[in-house]
Every structure is written in structure tokens, then in C-alpha cells.
């Protein structure tokens, strides 16, 4: 679990120094000052700033004068990160280089900068992927080009009353072999499955690379009014593919539009079922969650870790710009109004809203958190005293 927590706030470092240089970036293009890019949350432990062409050290919480050079920051919670950009929350309006000055369609490229760097990454992180081999489902229309290694048959959906549920197989299972007889294609199990109805048969399944044994029943389902025989699972066959690095950049970049648009399907749907007051059908998973999947990811190998950060990395993106007080989405929505008002909402109530959405945020984060604590609080708690040695 240590090297879980590790690896965690690795990636999660990479994630968020992305989308923070993207409003870094795109505030000096503009000419607005940036007083400090710090890496982690405050306080601050040291920073470095540039002043007459040398680097000097800035220690602690160490006061910066007003007009100092940008700070480079490393700072004492060892998650996320910030930017802290000059005229940010409305006040020095009047000067140049501050972001209040600037035009709306300037503050708005700021704004959004973040979220579209978070995108490029999960394009750049999957063309590297489909350049040494990512496994991809085999009826995706693989290219001819692409080079198809290590097939699989995978598990991807369980019936709730299915044989394989009860048995505990869960989804991402790879199925090596039934009754000790490999197979190579989903018709092929299907067949050998409906000869064997009623029979319990031992399953060898590979799950984050141990192999696990399970005892399952062939039963009879009922599925879209036809009858089926199996174990009540959804297989898909999978395989590690590469292409060449020219296909492997367009693979990137598209399979990044299609994950982006599934999420945002799948992010409207869960809305939607809120709202009417449906099972939303997912489970929501913070920080405890994500880092325990984390681990999980780099258990199965670098390129699975790759694929999840690339995940991570769109999924911060989408709900970042969703219009909400305190998110990039919410902002954005603000510099919206004064378009349409053809002035400002005054910045103390700006302020105040974006304050009031940051704190729900944080409620909303520790509810979450503390359902991943209960979920995974043995792990937690080990990883806590191995960390100090208890």
C-alpha cells in the first residue's frame, strides 16, 4: 500500500503540473504576471525565483515583495499543485499585466488553457501506449499495420443474479482456461459451455497477474428474451497492440476523443439519474479510491499505468470545466454573465460564490473519502504505519 500511496501522488503530481501549466503558459503568452507555480499545496517548504539573471532560494513562508519575480515552488502537502496568477480574483484591474485587465476572450483562454493541456496529455500518454503495445479490444478494427500479441478473453459486465457474480469474478478478469482446456475465441467457450449445462466446472482466472481458481455452474439465462447458456458474464476478446509511432500518434488522439465523449455520456447520465432520482449505477470513487485503482493499474504493468493516468488526466479535464463555483467551468460561466451583461459581477461576490462551491467541494470530497476509507481502511491504515514506522 506504501508503494501504492507513492505512486498515487506521482501521478497525480504529473496530472496536475499539466493542467497548472497550461493557465501558466497561457497567462505569460498574454503578459500577465504569474507571482508563483507551486508544485503541491501550501505551506510552503522552499522556491526559487530568478532576479537579475541569477536563481535565488526563497525558504518557508518567507514575505515576497509585490512586484518579485514568478516563485517556483515546492510545497509541504505533496498533492496537486496551484498557480497564483496576479489579479486572479479581480483586484489591480488597472494594471497591464494583471488578469483583470485583460480582455474576455484572454481571461477565457486562460481559464480553459488547464483543461485543454489535460487533454493533449491523455493523447500524448496513449500515443506513447499504442507505440510499445496497449491492450485494446480485437473488434475495434485493428489495423493491418498493428502488431497483435498476447490475446485474451476478458470479462466486462456480470449478470447481478449470474453464476460467475456468486462465484466472485469480477470485471477485467482474464479467463485462461476452463476445466484445464484453453481457448482462444468467445465462440469457442460459448460452445463448449453449452454442451455442459448444469455441470460445475474449475475456471483458472488471471486477475492482476495472479491466477485464481473458481468452482462455476453452466446455467441457462435469459438475455434480451433469448435463451443462453454460460456462467452469466460479458466477455470481449483483448490483446496487447502496437503500431508504428505515425499510427500510434493518430490512435492516440483518437481514442482520446472516443474515451472524452463516452465520459461526458456517461457524466450526463449519472446527472440525469440524480436529478429524476434514479441509481446512478456507478460508484464514485476520491482520493482513497483513486489511489487504491492506482495501485492496481501499476500491479499490471507500466503501459496499464500509462492507460490509467491518460484516464485520470480526461477525467480531471471534464470536470473541471463543468460550470461550477470554484471549478475552471465555473469561472468561465462568470466571464459568460459579463459578456452577456456587458460588465463584471462584482468580485467579493464572485469571490464569496467560488468560496461557497470550494467548500462543498471539500465536503463532498471527505464524504467520499471517508466510503473509501471504510472500503479500503485496512490498507490505508497499514500504509500509514509503514510510512512512520509504526
Known amino acids: 500500500m506504501l508503494i501504492t500511496i507513492i505512486v498515487f501522488v506521482l501521478v497525480l503530481s ?58 517556483y515552488s515546492l510545497n509541504l502537502i505533496p498533492v496537486g499543485g496551484f498557480v497564483k496568477i496576479k489579479g486572479e480574483s479581480g483586484e489591480e484591474a488597472e494594471a497591464v499585466d494583471s488578469f483583470a485587465h485583460k480582455p474576455i476572450w484572454q481571461r477565457s483562454a486562460m481559464i480553459v488553457a488547464g483543461v485543454v493541456m489535460n487533454v493533449i496529455l491523455c493523447m500524448v500518454l496513449l500515443s506513447i501506449g499504442f507505440g510499445f503495445g496497449m491492450p485494446a479490444a480485437l473488434d475495434e478494427g485493428i489495423s493491418s499495420q498493428a502488431v497483435v500479441t498476447n490475446k485474451s478473453i476478458q470479462v466486462i459486465q456480470l449478470m447481478p443474479d449470474g453464476q460467475a457474480k456468486l462465484a466472485g469474478l469480477a470485471a477485467g478478469d482474464v479467463i485462461s482456461r476452463i476445466a484445464g482446456q484453453e481457448f482462444t475465441t468467445i465462440s469457442e467457450i460459448n460452445t463448449y459451455l453449452t454442451a455442459r449445462v448444469g455441470q460445475e466446472l474449475n475456471f483458472e482466472i488471471v486477475r492482476g497477474g495472479e491466477i485464481i481458481n473458481k468452482k462455476i455452474k453452466v446455467d441457462k439465462y435469459t438475455f434480451a428474451d433469448q435463451e443462453i447458456t454460460g456462467i452469466g458474464v460479458g466477455l470481449i476478446e483483448t490483446a496487447m497492440v502496437r503500431y508504428p509511432w505515425y ?10 476523443f472516443i474515451w472524452l465523449s463516452a465520459i461526458v455520456v456517461a457524466f450526463a447520465t449519472i446527472i440525469k439519474n440524480l436529478i429524476v432520482g434514479m441509481p446512478t449505477g ?12 492506482t495501485g492496481q493499474a501499476a500491479k499490471m504493468g507500466l503501459i496499464y499505468l500509462l492507460q490509467f493516468t491518460a484516464l485520470l488526466s480526461l477525467n480531471l479535464a471534464i470536470i473541471n470545466i463543468l460550470p461550477f463555483p470554484a471549478l475552471d467551468g465555473g469561472r468561465f460561466l462568470f466571464l459568460i454573465l459579463e459578456k452577456i451583461r456587458g460588465k463584471a459581477v462584482q468580485a467579493k461576490w464572485e469571490n464569496l460564490i467560488h468560496n461557497l462551491g470550494f467548500l462543498f467541494l471539500m465536503g463532498l470530497v471527505l464524504l467520499v473519502t471517508f466510503g473509501d476509507v471504510i472500503k479500503y481502511g485496512g490498507g490505508v491504515l497499514g500504509a500509514i504505519k509503514g510510512l512512520f514506522g509504526f
Open 282 to 293: 456507478v460508484e464514485v470513487a476520491g482520493p482513497v479510491g483513486i489511489a487504491v485503482l
Open 247 to 256: 499510427l500510434a500518434v493518430y490512435k492516440g488522439i483518437v481514442a482520446t
Open 14 to 71: 504529473v496530472i496536475v503540473f499539466v493542467h497548472e501549466m497550461g493557465h501558466f503558459s497561457m497567462a505569460r503568452k498574454f503578459g500577465v504576471k504569474v507571482d508563483e507555480f507551486g508544485l503541491g499545496l501550501p505551506p510552503r517548504v522552499l522556491g526559487v525565483r530568478k532576479i537579475n539573471g541569477q536563481f535565488k532560494l526563497v525558504w518557508g513562508k518567507s514575505t515576497i515583495e509585490p512586484d518579485s519575480p514568478t516563485i
